[in-house]
């Protein structure tokens, strides 16, 4: 899941951009921006029959159904796990039989890591079952687990103040949620400040807006040199009653039991299919998901829901007989929740052409409705993202926001690539993200359709307009 940032920006082009200069400072293309302008609008009627197939068409519901049938049968989707390998082996299969070309597998090395049986308990000032989801990564226990008292903290400061009372203890986190890429970094550093003054072992309250007794997990980083201790999130509940004893000076304590073990790096596959292109195959537009989850719940909107609108999209122009000038290349990530190990080795295979890309897309912020496109790029490329986003004025959503990086494309991003990310309704997504609450039921099929609409009619519009998008 991208970490998401969020910042408005207004419709404003440079100057250049309106005054008939060329779009490309090195001279390469001659045609103004009003050129440009008028060869977007001409693909109105290509964009409302992407949305009609979409969303009123017999293509409606598809990529919902898709995903059920995958994630019902399946389940979760752990890096390293026999799942995993099963859903891609599935995906490879469900590519070629829908008609897609040179669909194929690119073998990568991930992670293996498993919880195993884990539990803790409240044994003083009552005796109390306290949910818990082991983060990823994390070491276990000894098989006898660990009792110790419990100290409370609002935040690392607050740590730090009294670390001379944190040794021998397990530490918890009782952070209050700001937004998800603030308050992530006690699920990602918790374990190693805390083992930093001495303590036995961190449990992190759910980086959640919402709760109803529901742990959500995620990944965690040890640090060298800091001793590896072991790591779990619990509820918001729990962090909040424990916070509340802890204020009255009430002594708490836990016996924590985790059989968490890392195994060594194993074999996995991204998975790649594509809609060659006419003029320009060797130029990609390339869209994307990751098909890997936690081992919670199903991941159907994390990332289910963002891998199949990225199948839907080649999907849908395959089905209209549309065949863009440019490659139209899907690309189902393995190992996101790990960081974007897939991804990046796809990068480092791949970066020998990086000059070929012009956007790379990925859907992994859910699958509401959408409300825009999150964009990263040169203010000219950004320009023509606008107008390829007023095409899908029958749907109301033309907005091109900033911050289109996410973890498996920022590779290319950084690099100077222009990258978009899909923008949708984030009210209910951290309700549910990392949890077992992460099944079907989140997901709407009605707004999977406009989520699909969307991607298909920009990855489509951008591979087929006759020059790439302008770096910077």
């Known amino acids: 899941m991208k970490f998401l940032i969020f910042a408005f920006f207004g419709g404003v082009h440079l100057l250049s951009l309106c005054s008939g200069k060329a779009i490309y400072k090195n001279g390469i293309s001659k045609r103004t921006f009003e050129e440009v302008k008028e060869e977007i609008a001409s693909y109105g009627d290509v964009a409302k029959a992407i949305i009609n197939l979409a969303v009123y068409g017999k293509a409606q519901n598809r990529s919902y159904e898709r995903l ?3 994630v019902d049968t399946v389940g979760p989707r752990l890096s390293g796990s026999k799942n995993l390998e099963k859903a891609i082996q599935i995906m490879y299969q469900n590519l070629q039989q829908d008609g897609l070309e040179n669909v194929h597998l690119e ?4 992670p293996h890591w498993e919880r195993g049986e884990e539990s803790a308990v409240m044994l003083e000032p009552r005796i109390h079952k306290i949910a818990i989801l082991g983060l990823g990564s994390s070491i276990g226990t000894p098989p006898e687990g660990i009792t110790a008292e419990v100290l409370v903290v609002t935040c690392f400061d607050e740590l ?13 986190y009782n952070q209050p949620y700001i937004n998800y890429s603030r308050t992530v970094q006690y699920r990602t550093q918790g374990a190693v400040e805390a083992a930093k003054v001495g303590a036995l072992a961190s449990l992190i309250r759910s980086v959640a807006s919402f709760s109803i007794y529901s742990p959500h997990t995620g990944i965690q980083e040890y640090q060298d040199g800091v001793p590896k201790i072991p790591t779990a999130c619990i509820t918001v509940e729990d962090a909040e009653m424990m916070s509340r004893m802890a204020s009255h000076g009430i002594k708490i304590v836990i016996q924590l039991k985790m059989g968490a073990k890392t195994y060594p790096d194993t074999d996995s596959f991204n998975t790649v299919a594509e809609i060659t292109g006419s003029k320009y195959p060797e130029q990609v537009v390339l869209v994307s998901g990751h098909l890997d989850s936690w081992d919670v719940g199903q991941g159907a909107m994390d990332d289910g829901g963002g891998a199949f609108i990225s199948w839907e999209a080649l999907s849908l122009i395959k089905d209209l007989g549309l065949r863009p000038k440019r490659t139209l290349r899907l690309v189902l990530w393995t190992a996101e929740e790990q960081g974007g190990v897939g ?3 796809y990068y480092q295979l791949h970066k020998v052409n990086i000059s070929n890309y012009s956007l790379v897309m990925e859907s992994d912020a859910g699958t509401f409705l959408p409300t825009g496109l999150q964009f990263t790029g040169s203010e000219k490329a950004r320009a023509i993202m606008e107008e390829v986003m007023s095409l899908l004025q029958p749907l109301n959503i033309t907005q091109v926001l900033s911050h289109g990086e996410g973890t498996d494309i920022n590779f290319w991003i950084q690099a100077g690539v222009p990258g978009a990310s899909l ?5 209910k997504y951290f ?4 949890s077992h609450g992460d ?3 989140v997901m709407d099929p009605k707004q999977m359709n406009v989520a699909a609409a969307v991607w298909a009619v920009v990855s489509y519009v951008v591979a ?3 020059e790439m998008l302008p770096r910077s």
Do not use: C, N, W
């Not at 730090?160 to 918890?172: D, L, M, P, T, Y």
């Not at 309700?431 to 990392?434: D, E, G, R, S």
């Open 439 to 441: 099944t079907m039921t």
């Open 68 to 70: 059920a049938l995958l």
């Open 423 to 427: 923008l949708d309704d984030l009210y």
């Open 343 to 345: 991804a990046f080795q």
């Open 107 to 110: 073998p990568v090395r991930i």
């Open 431 to 434: 309700f549910f993200h990392h």
């Open 160 to 172: 730090q103040r009294r670390a001379s009372e944190a040794r021998g203890k397990i530490v918890v």
């Open 464 to 466: 087929d307009m006759e």
